[in-house]
């Protein structure tokens, strides 16, 4: 069984510029986790789908980060403008349903400067 | 006060020793309880997935979850170099999942 993909798997961008990160999970799960793991800190949650709808994004920065998950498959996570502090690794996860347990992708590693 | 609480470490311990890692928590809500092991630049995988109190066995790991005290452990056996990790406690109720901060273990040769 194909395990959670993510790509890029690095990315160096000036602060100010965009970046969109691409999660492909895996094939039947429901749920779709984007967090954020700043170095040497646990995973934070920034938005959870539940197909394509948003489940929780409480901790979203909105006015710079979006995500969407057309087709309740595929999901993106996009940082405009980013920030020095953006600079963390963006896991993707996706579980079967809410309650299980979730599998992670590689992380895209985003280096601000 | 965090939800979750676990020790960074680092922790060092020889091969072979008895590893015991461990979480506490503050939300009574929390039914389910997980440890992920992440290697250095990957993502976390899971290895264990417990309900409520109680002990799971899978090979050398053992995880422990003691409801009344809000606290859960993890037991690695016969501790080897490739154990060496940081492992994450995580935790949810439901509706959302909360991780901790991670412990990071060196097992020497």
């Known amino acids: 069984e194909a395990g959670v993909a993510q790509s890029p798997r690095y990315k160096i961008i000036e602060k100010r510029q965009s970046v969109a990160f691409w999660c492909n999970p895996i094939?039947?799960?429901?749920?779709l986790y984007w967090y954020q793991q700043i170095l040497g800190q646990g995973p934070k949650l920034l938005i959870q789908f539940q197909n394509n709808g948003v489940v929780d994004d409480s901790q979203l920065p909105k006015d710079r980060f979006s995500a969407e998950r057309l087709k309740g498959v595929d999901s993106t996570l996009k940082i405009q403008p980013a920030k020095l502090e953006d600079s963390a690794v963006y896991l993707c996860a996706s579980s079967f349903g809410t309650s299980n347990e979730q599998f992670f992708g590689p992380g895209t590693r985003l280096t601000v400067l | 006060q965090k939800e979750v609480e676990q020790d960074p470490g680092p922790l060092s311990v020889p091969e072979g020793a008895i590893v015991s890692l461990n979480c506490t928590y503050s939300n009574s809500a929390f039914q389910y309880f997980m440890w992920y092991r992440q290697y250095s630049r990957k993502g976390p995988e899971l290895l264990m997935y417990t309900y409520s109190s109680g002990n799971k066995e899978d090979g050398r790991f053992t995880a422990q979850v003691d409801k009344s005290s809000k606290y859960i452990s993890l037991f690695i056996r016969d501790s080897q170099p490739s154990d060496s990790a940081t492992y994450l406690c995580?935790?949810?109720?439901?509706?959302?999942?909360?991780f901790g901060s991670g412990t990071k273990l060196n097992v020497k040769p």
């Open positions: 094939s039947g799960h429901a749920t």
């Open positions: 995580a935790m949810h109720n439901f509706n959302k999942f909360y």
